[in-house]
């Protein structure tokens, strides 16, 4: 009986294996991943193209309004992290520089804001994405005005517009490519990461308090958007892996529980709680090279 039981465990794995490549070029399989990847990217649009996407950018003003300031040593190093980096930490990365330069240009920081564009603009041929994720650049002329008077609307919009459209191509894309795809969701991965650690460490180096409730509200959003972004994809096994839904949201589910009870007004402990989420993820990501 044992041996008639093994046998047949043993058939069904061979067949299996014999079957997998035949399903996965399966007519019908490859239209219903090209739908989820189509409709999952849509999402994404919706999520954060446009309108949303200069929500998203203008938002970061929060962090100026909340009382806070500018601090060196809590964005990505500059320097030496990249080399060392695969695929998908590169895609993550260019999410967290993305937020670090806009958070630099809030403050005025013209070096620091040049630098992480210039890093962020670097990381897709890395990947060998150059030709595929084309990003807008800035002019020298518009990179010097913006960064000397961050503080001009008319500079901040301009920054934004190219932040928007850069963001508009790539969903558009990401539609029929799922590198393209996977790009964008580990970019935006990066993005709010690095959001919640910069407004973690800040507020509890200044004491929490109501003063960023509006802050920390709006951390809130972004997480919710991203993990609706993550379940966009749960009807293809093989994209859902790709956006590393079920690693992500051991991260990411504390954190926003733990904003959304509190709508926005954190103890002190719960700060820690949340920096104790992420901490060890982004620890990861901004290691240097050795």
């Not at 010097?144 to 932040?163: E, G, H, Q, S, T």
């Not at 508009?168 to 935006?188: C, G, H, P, R, Y």
Request: net charge positive.
């Amino acid at each position: 009986m044992k041996l008639g039981k093994t046998w047949l465990l043993l058939t069904a794995a061979v067949l299996f294996l014999c079957l997998s490549p035949a399903l996965a070029a399966d007519p019908f399989v490859s239209r219903i991943k090209a739908q989820v990847l189509k409709q999952g990217s849509e999402k994404l649009e919706a999520l954060f193209g446009g309108s949303e996407g200069k929500a998203i950018g203008e938002s970061v003003g929060l962090f100026k309004q909340s009382g806070l300031s500018y601090q060196p040593s809590l964005v990505v190093p500059l320097e030496g992290i990249v080399d060392c980096k695969d695929k998908e930490q590169l895609r993550v990365l260019m999410g967290m520089y993305l937020f670090d330069s806009n958070y630099a240009l809030l403050f005025g920081r013209k070096q620091e804001f040049s630098a992480a564009i210039a890093l962020r603009e670097a990381i897709p041929d890395r990947m060998n994405l150059g030709g595929r994720l084309k990003i807008k650049t800035f002019t020298p002329d518009e990179l010097k005005k913006i960064a000397d008077n961050p503080d001009d609307p008319a500079n901040r919009d301009l920054y934004v517009k190219y932040v928007v459209a850069n963001m508009q191509d790539s969903l558009q894309a990401a539609k029929s490519d799922q590198e393209i795809m996977e790009a964008m969701v580990d970019t935006f991965y990066g993005a709010v990461l690095e959001g919640v650690y910069v407004a973690c460490k800040l507020a509890l180096s200044a004491g929490p308090g109501h003063k960023f409730v509006a802050l920390f509200n709006d951390q809130a959003m972004r997480l919710d958007k991203f993990q609706e972004a993550l379940g966009a994809y749960t009807g293809d096994p093989e994209l859902d892996g790709l956006v590393k839904r079920t690693q992500r949201q051991p991260v990411l589910k504390p954190v926003i529980e733990i904003l959304k009870t509190r709508k926005g007004n954190l103890p002190e402990a719960d700060v820690k709680k949340i920096l104790s989420s992420i901490e060890p993820e982004r620890k990861k990501l901004v290691g240097k090279c050795k």
